[in-house]
């Protein structure tokens, strides 16, 4: 991953981590990574020595990036809201110091990782947090669950009964040019510039903005312009991307990554990771092969592209 451009808190130009010199250094860096959780913050005490020796044994075998979705699933994972005691719920305009603080979980995190040159991908939403299963339920999103809407000024349901790929909730779906909630967009914002305002001073993390979405990519885009924008505002750089749930390299969904160099820096292809063998290789290859040269940047270049049936065994 090569960075340059706006200064960090650190004073060096880009992105910094795993390896990288110098302000005014390129440096190209292979990321290897492997974790027990994707996401870790939210377990300080992962087994069986906790989150640091779990750190510790990553960089001791050469890794150099994790993953980080925000979310608050597992077992002893604290959510980022306060409840009101006195009505069990949840204000969505109260933060958890637990979720968030320096000596506590994400802000802890973040420092660890920076100590150790490990670069971390921040995966902002992750649409399996607000499906079936009990998840949606136990949200702090759901309007049965906090003192801020109701499923009749919200438009969000109480249940949700079927998986992630069924797309039952409009949770992921409030932004400009699709439901145009702002009713739960301005608690959602607000979630996600809390993140940022911790963030935006390291300068070893990478952004993704949902976890294996198929999503509009309205929702994507918007969510990306909020974390240029606000990088700009502080003269911090960003590096954003999407995590489109497409396992093909020729989805169309990927288009959008591709033909938005101003607004996604990287290409996301974890979802290759359901292919074996030659095949994974072929479409990974299949990936690589439009990125063009800087001086490019921009061009779709498909002329360029190796399609993937000559690259598969006969």
């Excluded at 960089?59 to 608050?72: A, E, F, K, L």
């Excluded at 299949?286 to 006969?314: C, F, I, Q, T």
């Amino acid at each position: 991953m090569l960075g340059t451009g706006s200064r960090s808190r650190a004073g060096r130009s880009g992105l910094r981590g795993a390896g990288t010199r110098g302000a005014g250094t390129a440096v190209v860096v292979l990321l290897l990574g492997g974790s027990d959780e994707d996401n870790l913050f939210n377990h300080p005490e992962l087994p069986p020595n906790g989150l640091e020796a779990h750190l510790d044994r990553l960089q001791s075998v050469g890794g150099n990036y994790v993953r980080n979705t925000m979310s608050s699933r597992d077992e002893g994972n604290v959510f980022p809201f306060q409840g009101v005691v006195r009505e069990g719920l949840y204000d969505l305009t109260l933060w958890n110091p637990e979720y968030w603080e320096r000596f506590e979980r994400f802000e802890r995190f973040l420092e660890m990782t920076l100590a150790r040159d490990i670069i971390v991908q921040i995966e902002l939403w992750d649409r399996f947090d607000f499906a079936g299963g009990g998840r949606w339920a136990a949200s702090p999103y759901n309007p049965r669950n906090n003192v801020n809407y109701t499923p009749e000024t919200s438009g969000l349901p109480v249940v949700v009964n079927s998986p992630a790929p069924e797309r039952e909730n409009p949770f992921l779906r409030t932004t400009p040019g699709l439901d145009d909630n702002q009713e739960v967009l301005q608690y959602q914002r607000t979630f996600v510039e809390k993140v940022l305002s911790i963030s935006l001073h390291y300068p070893h993390v990478l952004y993704t903005i949902s976890n294996e979405t198929d999503e509009s990519p309205l929702w994507s885009g918007y969510w990306a312009d909020l974390i240029l924008e606000t990088a700009e505002e502080l003269g911090q750089p960003a590096y954003v991307t999407e995590m489109w749930a497409a396992r093909d390299p020729e989805d169309p969904l990927y288009d959008h990554t591709y033909d938005h160099p101003e607004r996604y820096a990287y290409v996301e292809i974890s979802q290759n990771n359901h292919q074996i063998a030659q095949t994974h290789w072929a479409y990974a290859m299949e990936h690589r092969s439009p990125l063009p040269p800087r001086k490019r940047r921009g061009l779709r270049a498909r002329r360029d592209r190796v399609p993937v049936r000559r690259l598969l065994p006969r």
